[in-house]
């Protein structure tokens, strides 16, 4: 039991060797795996929340920082009404936990995207979740991306800037790429230094396209409910041997 409990203390550690500061994830692959296996696709859903915690807790036992997931995009809308109804059910459970949990696990959860639109209930679920990230000190950042897109984050961001120069409190020549930043979502993160997509898919599907502009990419065939912290070693290992060259030489 001693010798177990040491070797529990020890994988708690962060590790000694470099880690991205933001590690993002397009959780791909859900409806694909239930597919697999014969099962509805909300089944799907179920474990790939699960896996969510397992790389959430793993990020930030290791020292990533800020934690960011693609869990549910504008299009979502689309899907079949039990699916989404799945969904929206799965994000309330994981925000009561949170709530319950984040002083104890010093991790402060966020949503980002157009809040708007969620039921009513999430939403106070979300009010809930800053009062609770408000009390800590110096915590570990998990983000869900919920009813979030690129395209729409930056119109939101062009529209919020173009009513500050209506009312004369910017000057259009003064607008520079900080104040598209902070005008976005992300204002108070850093933009991400590795975004990861499983599933085998190759595009971006409309993620962090203004934060995304010098991130690496790391591609895994692997689906989403089957990623464990094995292959986000594998992620960033591959982040480790690259050269990052933010446009330079």
């Excluded at 795996?33 to 929340?49: D, E, F, I, S």
């Excluded at 203004?210 to 290992?237: G, M």
Aim: aromatic share 10%; hydrophobic share 40%; with cysteine.
């Amino acid at each position: 039991m001693a010798l177990f409990n040491i070797l529990k203390k020890d994988a708690e550690q962060p590790q000694e060797r470099p880690v991205p500061q933001h590690i993002a994830v397009i959780m791909d692959g859900n409806g694909r795996w239930a597919k697999k296996r014969g099962l509805p696709r909300t089944a799907g859903h179920k474990v790939g929340a699960e896996t969510f915690r397992t790389i959430a807790t793993y990020c930030k036992d290791i020292g990533v920082k800020y934690f960011t997931v693609y869990a549910f995009s504008t299009e979502n809308w689309k899907r079949p009404a039990e699916e989404v109804e799945t969904l929206m059910n799965l994000f309330r459970r994981y925000l009561r936990e949170a709530i319950d949990t984040m002083a104890e696990n010093n991790v402060a959860v966020q949503v980002l995207g157009d809040l708007s639109v969620l039921p009513e209930d999430i939403r106070a679920l979300i009010d809930e979740c800053n009062e609770a990230a408000a009390k800590l000190e110096h915590p570990a950042i998990a983000s869900l991306c919920i009813n979030y897109g690129g395209r729409d984050e930056i119109k939101n961001a062009v529209r919020a800037i173009a009513r500050r120069v209506q009312a004369g409190e910017l000057a259009p020549e003064d607008i520079t790429e900080d104040t598209v930043s902070e005008s976005l979502y992300t204002a108070h993160m850093p933009d991400p230094d590795l975004i990861i997509r499983p599933s085998g898919e190759i595009r971006i599907s409309n993620f962090l396209l203004w934060q995304a502009a010098y991130a690496e990419f790391y591609f895994t065939d692997v689906l989403w409910p089957d990623f464990k912290p094995e292959h986000l070693e594998q992620a960033i290992e591959s982040y480790n041997g690259r050269q990052r060259r933010f446009g330079g030489v």
